[in-house]
């Protein structure tokens, strides 16, 4: 997941944006560890991630705005609007974005979901390559929004399936369907 978000590099300016998203990355791991060891079904992942992301996102996100860092009611409403319209402002702003902006969300949201989505579906099937999908989907997402290279995808994509390749032999071998 983190590099699939690596795509982020040339639209974001400053290093701010990948702390954003190591953070996101972090708590959407750490939330499916909760919701496993409390052995919650996976639908409560929505509303869980609904609510770190309101304690969370603020002071990654909206230091230098209006609305402040503190998860207040006025910053809930920049978030649900920047997770809602904020796509299509990063598809229309030139690069580089500010990285410790309004629109540093976007990494963390996708980071936050993609590190929460793929580690569940990592603890909860048997399939040994089901759970690479995530990080798979979260780097289409990251090279639709991002600015990069041509050979930056490339690059992305051979770590990507090495990754994969490397996962879900491991896993295969593991749970003993290997050869």
Same mark, same amino acid.
């Given at each position: ?11 974001? @300016?400053?290093?701010?944006? /990948?702390? #954003?998203?190591?953070?996101?990355? &972090? *708590? ?32 990654? #996100? ?30 229309? #702003?030139?690069?580089?974005? @500010?990285?410790?902006?309004?629109? *540093? ?37 990251? &090279? ?17 399936? #090495? @990754?994969?390749? /490397? ?13």
């Amino acid at each position: 997941t983190a590099t699939a978000l690596s795509a982020f590099a040339g639209t974001f @300016d400053g290093p701010w944006w /990948v702390v #954003t998203s190591a953070v996101g990355l &972090v *708590a959407g791991v750490l939330l499916t560890l909760v919701l496993d060891r409390f052995r919650l079904p996976w639908w409560t992942a929505a509303p869980a991630l609904v609510v770190v992301a309101a304690l969370l996102a603020p002071p990654l #996100t909206l230091r230098g705005t209006a609305a402040g860092p503190w998860p207040t009611p006025t910053a809930w409403a920049t978030l649900a609007d920047t997770s809602t319209d904020g796509w299509r402002r990063l598809l229309t #702003t030139l690069p580089p974005v @500010d990285g410790a902006g309004p629109l *540093a969300l976007l990494p963390f949201l996708l980071a936050l979901v993609g590190g929460c989505a793929a580690l569940m579906v990592a603890r909860r099937t048997w399939s040994p390559y089901l759970p690479v999908l995530v990080p798979a989907l979260v780097g289409v997402a990251s &090279v639709a929004l991002g600015v990069v290279a041509p050979g930056g995808v490339v690059a992305r994509g051979a770590v990507l399936l #090495t @990754d994969a390749l /490397v996962w879900g032999t491991t896993r295969s071998r593991r749970s003993g369907k290997g050869t």
